[in-house]
């Protein structure tokens, strides 16, 4: 099996150090910066070694929606992750065939990495409340710590609650992050409707989306302002 990336061939050889490895799921359609700032506070928070981005190759909740070419939201996740040393951009999940289910992320990783290396799936408080109700939710539970993000405000006990609920034995951290308003969503509705995304996204995706002609924008060769297209 290949590695989740080139920097984690050998992930867990040493076996007398516990390695603690974040995964970030998502489509990241684009990715932005409520990812990032997300991931950060969920690696200091945990004391986690290394986050992996892994954009869905067929995401199997979006399999009626118009989502982006896997290629182009890998390329943006490689450029927003660059300058942080302890992030990385994988493509475990968009090379794999067949619809992305956490379920097989988390089964291949646990079978590719020895018993030292712990997962920490990072995804939002209210994903948190979706997957204690699929069908694989006890084995996902088993496999990994989930961390939840959260936005001010957010009634945390109430999840928690939910979760015992379930009676799935899942181990999840909440962790609150200010960031999170900011969405995928919305910044393909301003791109399309040639609006500002700057402070959103990072420049060099805004500059993948300007070359590339991304969410309906056309290609120019120099914009002015703040506007991703013209």
């Not at 290949?2 to 150090?17: D, F, M, Q, V």
């Not at 896997?70 to 067949?98: H, K």
């Amino acid at each position: 099996m290949k590695p989740a990336c080139p920097r984690l061939p050998e992930l867990g050889a040493e076996a007398t150090h516990e390695y603690r490895l974040g995964i970030m799921g998502g489509t990241f359609d684009p990715i932005h910066y409520g990812h990032l700032v997300t991931a950060e506070q969920a690696r200091e928070a945990l004391a986690l070694d290394l986050v992996l981005f892994m954009p869905a190759g067929r995401p199997a909740f979006k399999q009626d929606a118009d989502v982006t070419d896997a290629e182009d939201r890998y390329a943006m996740t490689v450029l927003a992750t660059a300058a942080n040393p302890a992030f990385d951009a994988s493509r475990f999940e968009i090379d794999r065939e067949g619809v992305t289910y956490t379920i097989d992320t988390l089964r291949a990783l646990r079978a590719r990495y020895p018993d030292n290396v712990k997962l920490f799936f990072i995804t939002g408080a209210d994903a948190i409340l979706d997957l204690v109700t699929w069908h694989n939710a006890e084995q996902m539970a088993e496999l990994a710590t989930f961390i939840a993000a959260t936005r001010p405000g957010y009634d945390i006990e109430q999840a928690r609650s939910r979760v015992v609920a379930s009676g799935v034995p899942f181990d999840v951290r909440y962790i609150e992050i200010p960031a999170l308003a900011i969405s995928s969503t919305n910044i393909r509705q301003r791109v399309r409707e040639q609006k500002s995304v700057r402070y959103l996204t990072s420049e060099s995706v805004i500059g993948y989306i300007r070359k590339n002609g991304l969410y309906n924008v056309h290609k120019v060769e120099r914009v002015e302002g703040t506007q991703v297209g013209e």
